[in-house]
């Protein structure tokens, strides 16, 4: 195998390597005819990521004739190769791949600038071959944004957030964290972003539905993705069916496939009380709360107005909460973006909080409400295929 | 070390007087040979030397000529004493490391000799500190007769290029190897560790290059764990020369500008690792 890279793209394929690291150990590098394939797996097999580079991505793309080569090496040593990313544009003018099969060794060699010349022989393990099962056309629900929107959308996570649940209706998006049932209820943070269909390049919804998937591992294509500002794509079915994360162009495909959870973990352990399928239960009866004067407000605000606590960076942009911003929410939704806020976390303006969510849920003949309790009602459906509700 | 009872405030018993504007020309190089407590003290009329060594298989030593010094007086021909180097930094940096323009600390570093304290003044906008530190009695630094006419290859590198491959190299390598060669590689730097080995090579017409002379092809290890310091001298200095003699000792000379723009040097001298030597 003989692949020489040069250029810009020598800091793509760092980028590629670097992002694959961020979901698991080992880089399985196999050369095919169609491009050089990048992949890695985690641990538990619930992520996959490949990096397809087409043999246009490099300026020589020789593979062993024959048959056919794969191999897996650790990724940290593959990201040695490649340090300081910020340094790589100015300094390396080209890298060449070779495979000696003689020595086991795989040799990364980086021609840099003042003639410096890095070579990096690594020592490989014989694999099989790493592809996971997956069909991108089929799914019903597709979902393309530009990058930015999306690591703007998760930038509102901590960094320790686990999961994050995406859940689709005919005309939103809704991102918000998933808190495990074990969490202690009064001192969960809940965050959440409603996008609006026309944020997306492309909005395909054919069912409504709610993944909840692992952020860390999304991250880790937002990063690849922002680099080079291409349009990532979403696939997704209902949950329990493994969400696709794409990013194509002429020269490279990136496919990241991640599971998610279940319906029966969902919803496990939540009462049947359809009012709270979206969020954690709270456990006391939250409808006595100030539900009026939340009403009212939402009845007389409109809905697609940029919420200025939640978007201070873009304010033409479309985020908004689905609930209205009243004053005192307001002031609470600016706590809530802190992280470790620990105001937030007493019990009253949580259980304040929660209320004026669920104040959405109550039937009105405002439009918005009845989007929300739509997409309430096919989250809270017990069965696996989602009805559409009917509405009073 | 018995404290003198006479008063040390008196300028007429200082065997050392050394002044400067701005103590950061002293601290900055003092930093960079800092990975042992104790350091060797020299002054000669000609400037200052200090010297740190470990474990009998490396010396750092730190050139501070006498003209960088606002003052620099003298009784003897050569004054040495030994002074716990970090107490010493910590003392020169006491004003805070904070590099605000126009603003500088001064110092007035004062010996009496052989028994007495460091004595040191320290002012910055009109705040005087003085300090006082235990002195020792100097051990002898290790000779390691490296001297020019058994140097076998000689290159000067600008430091750039060098900084760049030190921050890089794999530490789980336990050896540096240096390769020096009239022929190709010409200068290689390499590694063995845990993922496999890596080269870094500089050709000899390498507009880095500044000085190449290799005599014969000379490979040699030594302790990462050793040269590692050494990387605090590099980040500082603007030039690099390395330099191997006949029997594999390996002496890196670094150029180093202070703020003012003067040049002081630091050397570092390392023994090649003995293991290989029987292979």
Partial sequence: MDCVVTGGNVKVLAKAIHSLSRIGDELYLEPQEDGLALRSVNSSRSAYACFLFSPLFFSRYTIPLGHAFRCKMAIKCVQAVFRSLSSLEKTVEKCHIELDGETSRLTFTLHCKHGLLKTHNLSFQDSESLQAVFDKESCANMLRAQPRLLVDTVLHFPPSLEEVSVSVSGERVWFRNHVDDEAEQSKAMLTELCLSSDEFDHFAVGAQTSITFCLKELRGLLVFAESTGLPVSMYFDEPGSPVVLSVTDSVLEVNFVLATLSDDSNLCNHNNNTKRARSPPPPDDFMTDDIDSYLIAMETSELAGPSDALAPRSPSSNHTLTTQPSAAMRSLERGEEEEEDTEDTERPPNKKFRSLFFGSVCPSDSQLTNQTIKSQEVLASDSEDDTQASLP | ?279
Avoid: W
Wanted: aromatic share 10%; charged share 20%; net charge negative.
């Fill in chain 2, 1 to 279: 070390m018995p404290l003198s009872t006479q008063s040390q405030t008196g300028g007429d018993n200082y065997v050392l007087v050394a002044s400067l504007d701005n103590v950061r020309n002293l601290s900055n190089i003092l930093k960079a040979i800092t990975f042992k407590d104790h350091a060797i003290f020299n002054a000669t009329p000609n400037g200052l030397k200090v010297t740190v060594e470990d474990s009998k298989c490396l010396q750092a030593n730190a050139f501070i000529q006498a003209e960088i010094f606002q003052e620099f007086t003298i009784r003897e021909d050569s004054v040495g004493f030994q002074v716990n180097l970090t107490v010493l930094l910590d003392c020169l940096t006491i004003f805070g490391g904070s590099t605000v323009p126009g603003v500088a600390t001064a110092l007035r570093m004062c010996y009496n000799g052989y028994g007495y304290p460091l004595t040191l003044f320290l002012e910055e906008g009109g705040v005087v500190t003085v300090c006082k530190i235990n002195t020792q009695e100097p051990e002898e630094p290790i000779d390691f007769e490296f001297c020019s006419t058994n140097v076998t290859n000689k290159v000067i590198l600008q430091s750039e290029s060098l900084k760049e491959a030190f921050s890089e190299l794999d530490m789980t390598s336990e050896v540096l190897q240096i390769t020096m060669s009239p022929s190709q590689p010409y200068f290689r730097l390499s590694t063995f560790g845990n993922s496999g080995n890596a080269h870094y090579d500089y050709p000899k017409d390498s507009d880095m290059m500044e000085l190449f002379q290799c005599t014969k092809t000379q490979t040699n290890r030594y302790k990462m764990s050793l040269l590692k310091p050494s990387t605090k001298a590099l980040a500082l200095s603007c030039k690099v020369s390395v330099r191997t003699d006949c029997r594999g000792f390996l002496s890196l000379q670094y150029l180093v500008r202070n703020d003012d723009g003067q040049i002081c040097f630091v050397e570092y001298y390392c023994c090649p690792d003995e293991e290989v030597e029987e292979d």
